[in-house]
Each structure stands twice: as C-alpha cells, then as structure tokens.
C-alpha cells in the first residue's frame, strides 16, 4: 500500500518561503496526480494544487500567486513552496494522491478523481 | 471558481440513528463529488468518490447520492466511530481545480 510522508521545516518566519516535501514509498509516483490540502488551525481544509507527474499543475486561484508544486520522479518525490508567509499560512500541511477512477457512465465512461491516499501532515507555524 | 456549501455545519446524532448531511455546488459538477471524513489530529480519508462509489473498505452504511448542484451523504444506523467531521470535495474538470465544502461535524447526542 502506498505512503506518503511530509517532512520540512516546522517554523518559518514571516515573508519568507514555506517549502515541503511529499515521499512517496511503496509505490510510483508516475502516472499519479498529487495534491496539496492545508488545514489552519481549528478550520477546514484547504486545497493548495496539485502536479502530474509530467509536471503539469493546477492551483488554488487564491494561493496562485505564491505557490510552486514541482516533482521529482527520480526521487519519487513532490514539493511544495509557498512564498511570502504570513500567520495566516500557519496550518497542517497534507499530500495526498489525487487517484483516477474510470467509472461507467449512461452512455459513456467517464473519469473521476479523488484523494484516496494521504500522508499524516505536518504542522507549520509561521511566526517570527 | 466554483464554490461548496455544505449543511448543517454541525449536527447531534445518537448511536443507530441516519444522518444525512447535504453539499450544493455554486454550479453544476456533474457526478464530480467526494466526500472525506476527518478524525481529531488525523488526516481525512476518503468515504465515497464520483458521487456514489464507496471507496474500498467504507462500511456499506455510508451512501452518497445527487448530481449536477444538489448531493447528499448519508450515513445509516450511526456507529460510535462515525462522530467525526465531513467533508465534500469537487473535482469537476473545468476547471481542473479541487474545492473542499467547510465541514461538518457530527456529535455525539
């Protein structure tokens, strides 16, 4: 079964650069989506992006502007970089598979796409 | 950006009772619909995708259904580790973005 493992810096200070690091082990990180999901303290959860492993992204259109998610296939290994931090990046910080499922539809099939794997999270405070 | 609205936002439920908790889309997503529970201090983990497959694993007492803006989850005969928090989730191709519904939190009556 595939895990995912977050690890990076658990402080940042504020106006600087947040970077994680997703692991992915017993399993490929080819042909896979792969997700970013941040939780603030107390609050729900937050979709940051996502990257295919040809390297192609999607993000949240209110974090766009500071987010870079990058891959490295050879290390079976995504990232995560956030600029210019405030306290109100302060959160746990998931990644998760973004899993497709080819399911038959009334004329057609079709495919879908959900977070089926998840890495436990890992706590960043922003504050100096 | 398509936003998700999801209700109640809390709600109180005793062992063996159905619950139903609703998520409507600002606009249609099709069948493009996931819902995920969340327990205190762990990651959340999926329940049903594509609006009404069960994810492997999942009790069949969980069951999801709608489609278009209008989706519900519904969870039969409530067992003690099923108070915890839901949460909807679009995955709608256009455009290819995930928005997750605020939550909600099911208690213990």
């Known amino acids: 079964q595939v895990q995912l493992q977050e690890s990076g810096p658990g402080l940042v200070k504020p106006s600087e650069t947040l970077s994680l690091t997703c692991t992915v082990s017993d399993g490929s990180i080819r042909s896979y989506y792969w997700s970013w999901v941040r939780q603030p303290p107390g609050k729900g959860l937050e979709w940051i992006g996502y990257i295919f492993d040809t390297g192609s992204t999607s993000y949240n259109p209110s974090l766009k502007s500071r987010v870079t998610i990058s891959v490295d296939t050879s290390k079976n290994q995504f990232s995560l970089k956030l600029t210019s931090v405030t306290a109100a990046d302060t959160a746990v910080y998931y990644c998760a598979r973004d899993r497709q499922w080819l399911v038959e539809g009334a004329l057609t099939y079709y495919y879908y796409y959900a977070m089926d794997v998840w890495g436990q999270g890992t706590t960043v405070t922003v504050s100096s | 950006d398509i936003q998700m609205t999801q209700s109640p936002s809390s709600l109180s439920a005793s062992v063996g009772d159905r619950v139903a908790i609703t998520c409507r889309a600002s606009?249609?997503?099709?069948?493009?619909l996931n819902w995920y529970q969340q327990k205190p201090g762990k990651a959340p983990k999926l329940l049903i995708y594509a609006t009404s497959s069960l994810q492997s694993g999942v009790p069949s007492r969980f069951s999801g259904s709608g489609s278009g803006t209008d989706f519900t989850l519904t969870i039969n005969n409530l067992q003690p580790e099923d108070f915890a928090t839901y949460y909807c989730?679009?995955?709608?191709?256009?455009?290819?973005?995930?928005?997750f519904g605020q939550g909600t939190k099911v208690e213990i009556k």
């Open positions: 606009q249609s997503i099709g069948s493009y």
């Open positions: 989730q679009q995955s709608y191709s256009t455009p290819p973005e995930r928005t």
